[in-house]
């Protein structure tokens, strides 16, 4: 199968092809902002390196959680690109896929970080390849007595990979004194080729996973409404006055 790979989601713009594991075409820059500038061009020659996008059998997008508008511009374009070659679109987590971008030692536990900022993490646990719970928006505190609570007897050196774990070390130095860390700024390509390859298109709809609300609120006024008055000055004077 020949998997189209588009992520946005972090740290980083990357659009790739790939077969059965191998890279047929592939261009990745670290990237805070400005995806939507680069996205279409990288794909472009990604896929006349790899023999053009014709022969594309399934697209795979990150869905986050990450960046609100890195998401959506890796989302429209794959879903675009997908409905205009007639091929399913597979949403990919972020979090999956930073813990899939390496290969832990067996048994071990693996916690895949993001930085949300204002002290959460964005977090998934996993041991040999499975999942042990939900994604999650937590605390700086509750993500480090997530990971402890999930160490086996005798464990004391989980992986965190990830933005968010030089973030849980920092602010929890002597409870995760054993952690080996493994910053990425964003998953690998080659690990979210091989996630989007054995998902499944009815179960994976490329929807972007919030984990928490945004910050930006809807206006209470429109452009040019006057502002409401306060209950004690619409009342008119009071009492006694």
Do not use: N
Not at 184 to 196: I, Q, R, T
């Amino acid at each position: 199968m020949r998997i189209l790979i588009v992520d946005t989601a972090l740290g980083a713009c990357s659009a790739g092809l790939f077969e059965e594991g191998r890279v047929l075409g592939l261009r990745s820059e670290p990237m805070a902002k400005g995806h939507q500038e680069k996205l279409g061009g990288m794909v472009r020659d990604a896929a006349a390196e790899a023999g053009g996008l014709g022969l594309v059998d399934r697209i795979g997008v990150t869905v986050g959680p990450g960046s609100f508008t890195g998401l959506r511009v890796g989302l429209a374009f794959a879903q675009g690109l997908g409905a205009g070659l007639d091929r399913p679109v597979v949403g990919i987590s972020t979090l999956d896929g930073l813990a899939a971008s390496v290969e832990p030692e067996a048994g071990r536990l693996v916690a895949a970080l993001v930085d949300a900022r204002r002290g959460q993490v964005y977090v998934r646990l996993f041991r040999d390849g499975a999942a042990l719970g939900e994604a999650e928006a937590l605390s700086l505190e509750a993500a480090a007595d997530r990971i402890l609570a999930e160490l086996k007897a005798g464990e004391d050196k989980p992986l965190l990979i990830g933005t968010g774990g030089p973030v849980l070390v920092d602010a929890f130095p002597e409870r995760l004194r054993g952690a080996v860390l493994k910053v990425l700024a964003a998953p690998a390509p080659e690990a979210l080729a091989v996630l989007a390859s054995a998902t499944d298109p009815e179960k994976a709809r490329p929807r972007p996973l919030y984990l928490r609300a945004p910050d930006a609120v809807p206006p209470s006024r429109l452009p040019g409404q006057a502002r409401a008055l306060a209950a004690s000055a619409a009342s008119g004077p009071g009492e006694g006055s």
